[in-house]
């Protein structure tokens, strides 16, 4: 069975544009979280979503925006990028419910450049 | 404001010996404490977890140990293999969110000599 998979892989993208991360959960999986790494620190959460509605946001500006597809694919939205943005974008997905939903699986990521 | 905090952001043990890693939490409403292992340009594995309800859970050569009083966990690697040479992320869950959320800490090297 395939795992989490993100694209692009890599990206570089100057200030002042957008960006548009993809990622397919796990077959069967119907929630799908973002994260965000920046070099020398732990993700930090940006937004879970299930049955395509938004459930939890983390600390991130309004720059940032998500959705999730019918087939649970999702997609991670950032405008206007600024330096600081620049990270390692984690998609993760999981099942729901109390037992099943306390492990996480992640993609590879998409290591985003903003210059 | 750390809630989940790995003090050590590295560790060098030699193969055979135990390696042990630490973590620090400040929330008691986290039901759920997770260890993830990190290779370069790879996204987290999850490696182990343990329950609130418990105070150690095992897995092959991994323990984790749960001190609740203390707000402290470990995780354990007997005997640890040059293999195991990665970074290591605590993270918790809050009892109220399923699914998705999950706070880290920052991560420890472990680095294991042959």
């Known amino acids: 069975d395939a795992g989490v998979t993100q694209s692009p892989t890599h990206l570089i993208k100057t200030r002042g544009q957008h960006v548009t991360l993809r990622c397919s959960p796990i077959?069967?999986?119907?929630?799908v979280s973002w994260y965000q790494q920046v070099l020398g620190q732990g993700p930090q959460f940006i937004f879970q979503?299930?049955?395509?509605?938004?459930?939890g946001r983390g600390n991130f500006p309004d720059r940032f925006s998500a959705r999730q597809f019918p087939n649970y694919s999702s997609e991670l939205n950032v405008n206007a990028l600024l330096l600081g943005d620049s990270a390692l974008y984690l998609c993760?997905?999981?099942?729901?419910?109390?037992?099943?939903?306390?492990?996480?699986?992640f993609g590879s990521g998409t290591q985003l450049s903003v210059l | 404001d750390q809630q989940v905090k790995q003090n050590s952001p590295s560790l060098s043990v030699q193969e055979g010996r135990i390696s042990i890693l630490n973590c620090d939490y400040t929330n008691s409403m986290f039901d759920y404490f997770l260890w993830y292992k990190k290779y370069p340009a790879e996204g987290p594995t999850f490696l182990i977890s343990?329950?609130?309800?418990?105070d150690k859970n095992e897995d092959g050569r991994f323990t984790v140990f749960l001190n609740k009083s203390a707000k402290h966990l470990s995780l354990h690697i007997v005997p640890s293999q040059p293999g195991d040479s990665a970074v290591y992320f605590c993270a918790a869950r809050y009892y109220y969110n399923q699914g998705g959320k999950l706070i880290f800490g920052q991560g420890t090297e472990l680095s294991v000599k042959p």
């Open positions: 077959s069967g999986h119907k929630s």
């Open positions: 993760a997905s999981s099942l729901v419910g109390r037992q099943a939903s306390e492990k996480l699986f």
């Open positions: 979503y299930y049955e395509k509605e938004e459930r």
């Open positions: 343990i329950s609130s309800i418990k």
